[in-house]
């Protein structure tokens, strides 16, 4: 089962914060500067992490991972937002 995910991160290392720049794109869409939604398997979300855990340094660097719950559930208008309008990207496969 797919679920949605809020990764939120603070890395103070520039070097550090491009690579999980970098390894964060591969796996969901950016939103806000440190921020990305992520529509991940649970098999999907271990390899991120493990994958995270490989980048930062444990004692100066922090990244946040909410659940909001599966795509079926979590709704456009969950969000609140204030000034620019949120837009939820819903990913759709496309048959070719």
Same mark, same amino acid.
């Given at each position: 089962?797919?679920?949605?995910?809020? +990764?939120?991160?603070?890395?103070?290392?520039?070097?550090?914060?491009?690579? *999980?720049?970098?390894?964060?794109?591969?796996?969901?869409?950016?939103?806000?500067?440190?921020?990305?939604?992520?529509?991940?398997?649970?098999?999907?979300?271990? @390899?991120?992490?493990? =994958?995270?855990?490989?980048?930062?340094?444990?004692? =100066?660097? @922090?990244?946040?991972?909410? *659940?909001?719950? *599966?795509?079926?559930?979590?709704?456009?208008?969950? *969000?609140? #937002?204030?000034?620019?309008?949120?837009?939820?990207?819903?990913?759709? #496969?496309? +048959? +070719?």
């Amino acid at each position: 089962m797919r679920k949605i995910y809020l +990764v939120c991160y603070d890395i103070s290392d520039d070097k550090r914060l491009r690579k *999980t720049f970098k390894k964060m794109n591969g796996y969901g869409d950016h939103l806000q500067y440190s921020i990305f939604q992520c529509e991940l398997s649970e098999k999907e979300k271990i @390899q991120l992490i493990t =994958e995270l855990t490989e980048i930062i340094h444990h004692k =100066e660097d @922090q990244i946040l991972i909410f *659940t909001l719950g *599966t795509p079926e559930r979590y709704k456009n208008n969950d *969000t609140i #937002a204030l000034g620019k309008p949120y837009e939820f990207n819903e990913r759709r #496969a496309i +048959v +070719v």
